[in-house]
């Protein structure tokens, strides 16, 4: 299958979640997870019309930001090491992976030092499993406040993984859980401005994460495909 079909067929399951939930499709944003593949695979997701390209690692992304990085928006999605953040804060437009202080007041200090604004996820470990990072629920309200100082850090949502099952409907609970944790946080006013982005859903379960309030998704395999395809 080719990029372009591969692209068409996600769009097409996207739109039908979108109205079996009763949302607008606008709502719903696409990363690409380009992870896996290289450079050329890359520019190729970028020259298809995709704006928003997702990486996990800074070693793995440095060749394609350095000759992509000015087209389309970057996003870290993978777990961010304190020490890597000097690398990836004037790069990425988003940070799906905020978990810790330590994190939080790294980013501030790098983004205060070049006068930019970092858009952070929360990550919420929602399915409890040891194997995941991220907040537990109970943490996420204190954690807010206790970086509600910072003015270079802004947290515009919440992210979770949910854990690979045969049946997507099983990470039902999970997506669920954390848009229900981002309605609970707003209602206590946390945040000078209310949370509205959840960054929940992969290859194996986006359209049950879109039926639950997923407005961003992360597509590696089946939307991108792998380096052979």
């Known amino acids: 299958m080719s990029l372009m079909e591969r692209i068409d067929q996600v769009e097409q399951r996207i739109t039908e979640a979108c109205a079996r939930s009763g949302r607008d499709r606008n709502e719903v944003n696409m990363i690409a997870v380009t992870k896996y593949v290289s450079l050329d695979k890359t520019a190729s997701v970028l020259d298809q019309g995709l704006q928003h390209i997702g990486e996990n690692r800074w070693q793995d992304a ?3 930001w350095n000759a992509l990085g000015d087209r389309g928006t970057w996003h870290f999605i993978g777990h961010l090491q304190t020490n890597k953040v000097r690398d990836v ?5 988003y940070i799906h992976s905020l978990d810790r202080l330590s994190l939080a007041h790294e980013l501030e200090k790098r983004a205060a030092a070049l006068n930019l604004q970092v858009s952070a996820f929360m990550q919420v470990n929602i399915s409890g499993e040891e194997s995941k990072y991220g907040l537990a629920p109970e943490k996420a309200a204190e954690f807010l406040k206790e970086i509600n100082s910072l003015s270079h850090v802004k947290v515009t949502g919440l992210m979770t993984m949910a854990p690979y099952e045969s049946s997507a409907e099983q990470t039902r609970p999970v997506f669920r859980g954390l848009r229900q944790l981002r309605d609970e946080l707003n209602e206590q006013a946390l945040t000078l401005e209310p949370l509205t982005e959840l960054s929940m859903g992969m290859s194996n379960d986006f359209e049950v994460a879109i039926e639950e309030g997923a407005t ?3 597509l590696g395999s ?3 495909g792998k380096e052979e395809d």
């Open 62 to 64: 440095q060749e394609k």
């Open 222 to 224: 089946i939307l991108v």
């Open 89 to 93: 804060i004037d790069k990425f437009q």
């Open 216 to 218: 961003w998704v992360r």
